[in-house]
């Protein structure tokens, strides 16, 4: 098994390829048949933080290990290739370095990542998109569920470009007719909802930062990846959502080259993030375990 920084090293660089490409991997469509985020198809397991990124792009959001497809009587297509999805487990040591049961016992704390092989279920044979394709129209209701979110947090909005001032503590954002799309809207919303939560009364995640620096960069991708979570739960399908500017994708490749911790921190906080803001809506947290 690889060690667990060869694992950091492995997940930046997949995000970091894409980002390069001019893709930002968390805006992307959640999907095009099946609303929602990636899951395992035969445990419904959802997969979170990081592992949602590593799954995006796919038709059918659903994965399976090579045990599970086995098990249930099926066989992968030829040249089909699998994707690592990853769970973290807490390993306890006393003082002497001897693994201990709890980490009430332990005077060290080491994380360990586990990495699964997961296939998409279209890489079954006889499986095609057609089997998971839903016939019911698009419900309006859905803007609903973003309003709901959006009303269970209170907060102080103000009218202006988007934009989280956390000295006023005030969320500034246009006319839902000025965005392109509903869809662009709320997750614009949300992204700035996100940085919200970090405020010292809430998550105190924040910290003072200028444009681009380290702090700024790992703050944008946290706000990022958490508004992709909220879209995900809402159920936004989106072909195209807003780009980037440069200099936000620029700042967020520096930061990943230089830190290969830094995307698995910024995942982790992202989910925290999107919890908080569900959890006045009774939306239970969701914490990552093998597949």
Avoid at 32 to 44: D, L, T, V, W
Avoid at 59 to 79: L, M
Avoid at 101 to 128: C, H, M, Q, S, W
Avoid at 131 to 136: G, Y
């Amino acid at each position: 098994m690889k060690k667990s920084t060869d694992k950091f090293q492995e997940m930046t660089a997949r995000i970091i390829a894409q980002l390069e490409k001019g893709v930002v991997p968390w805006r992307r469509t959640w999907n095009r048949i099946q609303m929602g985020a990636p899951c395992n198809h035969f445990s419904g397991h959802v997969y979170t933080g990081i592992n949602a990124f590593i799954l995006t792009g796919f038709d059918v959001p659903r994965f399976a290990t090579f045990k599970q497809i086995s098990d249930a009587g099926h066989r992968i297509r030829k040249g089909a290739k699998s994707l690592p999805v990853y769970f973290w487990k807490m390993l306890f040591f006393d003082a002497d370095g001897k693994r201990v049961d709890t980490r009430k016992e332990a005077e060290k704390v080491v994380p360990f990542v586990y990495e699964y092989r997961v296939f998409n279920v279209l890489d079954i044979e006889g499986f095609n998109a057609g089997m998971f394709r839903s016939d019911e129209p698009e419900q309006p209701a859905r803007i609903d569920v973003c309003e709901a979110v959006l009303t269970a947090n209170p907060h102080e909005l103000r009218p202006g470009e988007p934009a989280y001032n956390p000295v006023l503590d005030v969320v500034k954002m246009p006319a839902l007719t000025d965005f392109q799309s509903r869809e662009h809207y709320y997750l614009t919303y949300f992204h700035e909802l996100s940085h919200w939560t970090g405020h010292p009364n809430r998550l105190n995640r924040i910290e003072p930062s200028k444009f681009g620096d380290e702090k700024y960069s790992k703050e944008e991708l946290v706000a990022e990846m958490s508004a992709c979570f909220l879209c995900a739960h809402c159920g936004i399908v989106m072909e195209e959502l807003v780009k980037s500017s440069a200099a936000y994708l620029q700042s967020w490749i520096n930061v990943l080259h230089g830190d290969t911790r830094l995307l698995m921190t910024a995942a982790s906080a992202a989910q925290r993030a999107a919890d908080f803001l569900l959890a006045p809506i009774g939306t239970p947290e969701i914490a990552e375990v093998a597949a």
